[in-house]
């Protein structure tokens, strides 16, 4: 299946001068979304991998059901102010602004293999902090997975020495 024949691109959002790659469309048909599981899952089956983070909002949608082909628990790393038990914080820069990401910080148990899931790899702030939050709260990072990447944006430049798989490039 030709997934990126299913997802639809969005001029100017969220702002002038972005193209915006909206998976909705993808995952909205049942065969595009099934594919697109397969397609993040396949490269870490059988690789012991014991927990898979979603990055808040489209990494819980690819990364849930990741983790579920993995035999994996899920954790969810969020927005700012939205966990309800105490989390550690990591600030980043996005190609349009500045966000942050918060973990629960005893969601992963030290030594734990993790691999990290989100739609788009682009400039690579949130990965990093995403990377950052693993780390510092004593994961082993096994990988990074995502729908999408950006080379043109240069995200890998922010994690040297990570492995890193993307489905589809732009």
Do not use: C, W
């Given at each position: ?95 349009y602004g500045t966000d ?35 780390k510092q709260i004593g ?5 990074l997975a995502f729908l ?23």
């Amino acid at each position: 299946m030709d997934l990126k024949t299913q997802i639809r691109s969005v001029p100017d959002f969220p702002k002038p001068g972005i193209l915006f790659y909206d998976i909705t469309t993808l995952i909205g048909s049942p065969s595009g979304f099934a594919a697109t599981i397969d397609a993040l899952a396949a490269p870490y089956v059988g690789q012991g991998i014991d927990a898979v983070v979603g990055i808040e909002s489209r990494g819980f949608i690819l990364g849930a059901p990741v983790a579920e082909r993995l035999g994996a628990g899920f954790i969810p790393m969020r927005k700012p102010g939205k966990l309800p038990s105490k989390a550690v914080r990591a600030e980043f820069a996005l190609e349009y602004g500045t966000d942050a990401l918060e973990v629960h910080e005893d969601a992963i148990r030290p030594g734990q293999r993790v691999l990290i899931v989100d739609d788009v790899l682009a400039t690579g702030g949130t990965a990093q902090a995403a990377v950052s939050l693993v780390k510092q709260i004593g994961g082993t990072l096994h990988g990074l997975a995502f729908l999408i990447e950006l080379p043109f944006l240069n995200g890998k430049a922010k994690l040297p020495g990570e492995q890193i798989f993307s489905v589809l490039q732009y």
